[in-house]
């Protein structure tokens, strides 16, 4: 009796539930590259390359342990993972269909229209990767209006016993983000994350990418990604070793020319399933107890992976599809057109758009607190923000992307993700960066031509947004200062705001 194991393009790791499942003298293992994958949205070049060269070397690795593979290349003829089933059910005789449940909702229903159109029977197993599931966050969420991070985050430390002791957080604190805060001086050394020469298999793909998607947006030159296991785990361990101990102290800090700062650049290979989260949490947690690195950025990295990462996911799944319509600011903006070439006067959002054309990357901060709160702030629709999200950096999935979008940047569900809107001036950048030095605009300045735009689209959006923002308690004090303000001051914000707008 032969199953036809599908295996996605995030769900290259050999411990997989469906590849548990695998008998390996009668199954099948189907793993393709799809057409309208690659093109739903225009992916950034390097995001595609990594995502195909992984899948290949992951194919490869798999039929040398004695799996019987069969792999489609990108072909006209394969636009969907229907088309790949279909073309493979046709050829072979297949019982039964065996998958891990897909990361994201889109692909859900599809597959669900597959039992009927093939009539045969679909077993999908739980994606145990994730150290949370759907149901047991479903759970936790349960008759609460607002689902907060942090609560979530310590029943996992609980739950996983990871950095604790006797029942109580090492270090006699459960968070210790006050001392991830700190500004980076301008001659700080900081190594670059590690990074790999390529062999055949990415240089073919970059061929293929180059030929079929160069329209699509950002740089190829340079790819340096890892592209199989073994390379990620060196990625993984170099992190670990040189630069986790700064993590902590300069993790919401921004340099110019140092895209990387002390982050550890392994989101791209979690999501594909090249290293799994508890594998990285447990080195970072063997790191503070051998003494190589302290706890708040022990601890800090492992809130982002056991807390962030696995609440993000139970965020998706709890609340789509409703999720992907949320607008509650009603923004209507298209997106600025720079964001696709990084030609603007505005010092920050430049470094910022130029890194992820280059890179496919951009750490946290810059994403949330400077391409994201600049959007926040011009009131750009969220379905044309999600849209550039999911296209330009190399770790995004509609299912991590989307929260971090809808709930952390544009506050679009009304708060269920964060209290308040993350909006900040020019002054949060200016403390947190070295942006303004360079800038062609003065961050001290509040108005006129020369104001950074930062400053008065920061009061303008709390104008704009006061009936549906003024009872949240934590912008009380923000909203009893506009109401302080002369109406002269205000005429201006407003003035400059609209002038500014429109001259995007
Ligand atoms: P580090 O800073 O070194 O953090 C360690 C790990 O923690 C990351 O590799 C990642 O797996 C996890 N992590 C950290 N923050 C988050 C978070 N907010 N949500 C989920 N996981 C987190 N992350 C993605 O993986 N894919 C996305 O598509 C994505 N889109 C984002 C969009 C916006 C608007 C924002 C604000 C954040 C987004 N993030 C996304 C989260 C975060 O910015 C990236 O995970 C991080 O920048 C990746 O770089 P790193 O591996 O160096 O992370
Ligand atoms: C992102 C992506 C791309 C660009 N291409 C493929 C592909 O050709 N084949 C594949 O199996 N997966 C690809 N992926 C990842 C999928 O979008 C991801 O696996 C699904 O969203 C799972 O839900
Ligand atoms: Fe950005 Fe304003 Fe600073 Fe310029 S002055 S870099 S626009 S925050």
Redesign the pocket.
């Known amino acids: 009796m032969t199953k036809l194991i599908l295996v996605f393009g995030d769900q290259l790791s050999s411990n997989i539930s469906s590849l548990r499942n695998c008998n390996q003298t009668n199954d099948i293992i189907l793993m393709s590259e799809v057409y309208n994958e690659a093109t739903h949205v225009k992916h950034h070049k390097k995001k595609l390359v990594l995502i195909f060269s992984a899948m290949r070397h992951f194919a490869k690795e798999l039929n040398s342990k004695g799996y019987n593979v069969k792999y489609i290349y990108l072909n006209e003829n394969i636009k969907s993972f229907t088309d790949a089933i279909d073309t493979t059910i046709q050829k072979n005789k297949i019982k039964e269909i065996l998958l891990t449940e897909p990361s994201e909702y889109r692909v859900t229903k599809e597959i669900k229209t597959w039992q009927s159109k093939f009539s045969i029977n679909i077993q999908i197993l739980e994606d145990d990767r994730f150290l949370c599931s759907r149901e047991e966050f479903k759970n936790f969420a349960l008759n609460k209006k607002q689902l907060i991070m942090e609560t979530f985050y310590r029943n996992m430390r609980k739950k996983y016993n990871i950095l604790m002791q006797n029942g109580k957080p090492v270090g006699g604190k459960w968070n210790f983000d006050k001392e991830n805060r700190n500004k980076a001086p301008n001659n700080l050394n900081i190594n670059f994350?590690l990074f790999f020469k390529i062999d055949e298999i990415p240089k073919e793909v970059i061929l293929l990418v180059n030929h079929k998607f160069n329209d699509h947006f950002g740089d190829l030159e340079n790819f340096n990604f890892a592209t199989k296991r073994t390379e990620a785990l060196k990625s993984l361990h170099y992190?670990i070793q040189n630069r986790l101990s700064l993590?902590g102290k300069y993790?919401d800090s921004m340099l110019e020319g140092h895209p990387?700062m002390?982050?550890?650049?392994?989101?791209?290979?979690?999501?594909l399933g090249l290293l799994l989260?508890n594998e990285?949490i447990n080195a970072a947690e063997n790191a503070y107890h051998q003494g190589l690195v302290p706890i708040n950025a022990a601890e800090g990295?492992i809130r982002?992976?056991l807390g962030?990462?696995e609440?993000?996911?139970g965020v998706y799944w709890l609340k789509m599809p409703k999720y992907q319509n949320l607008n509650f600011l009603n923004a209507k903006k298209n997106l600025p057109q720079f964001y696709w070439t990084a030609e603007t006067k505005l010092n920050c959002l430049k470094q910022c758009i130029n890194e992820t054309q280059q890179n496919a990357?951009?750490?946290?901060i810059?994403?949330?607190m400077i391409?994201?709160n600049f959007l926040l702030l011009i009131g750009t629709n969220p379905r044309y923000?999600n849209e550039w999200?999911?296209i330009v950096?190399a770790?995004?999935?509609?299912w991590?992307?989307m929260?971090?979008?809808n709930g952390?940047?544009l506050y679009a569900d009304e708060g269920l993700l964060s209290s308040k809107p993350y909006a900040a001036s020019g002054a949060y950048i200016n403390k947190m960066s070295n942006y303004c030095k360079n800038c062609s605009y003065n961050v001290k300045e509040k108005n006129g031509p020369s104001a950074c735009p930062f400053n008065y689209l920061y009061w303008n959006f709390l104008i704009k947004n006061k009936n549906k923002l003024k009872t949240n308690h934590r912008m009380k004090i923000i909203y009893s200062t506009l109401d302080k303000m002369p109406k002269e001051k205000i005429d201006s914000i407003k003035a400059d705001s609209r002038c500014f707008i429109e001259s995007i």
């Open positions: 994350p992190f993590f993790q990387w002390f982050h550890s650049h392994i989101s791209m290979y979690i999501n989260p990285c990295f982002q992976i962030w990462r609440y993000i996911n990357y951009a750490h946290h810059q994403r949330l391409l994201g923000v999200y999911l950096y770790d995004a999935f509609e991590v992307e929260p971090n979008v952390m940047v």
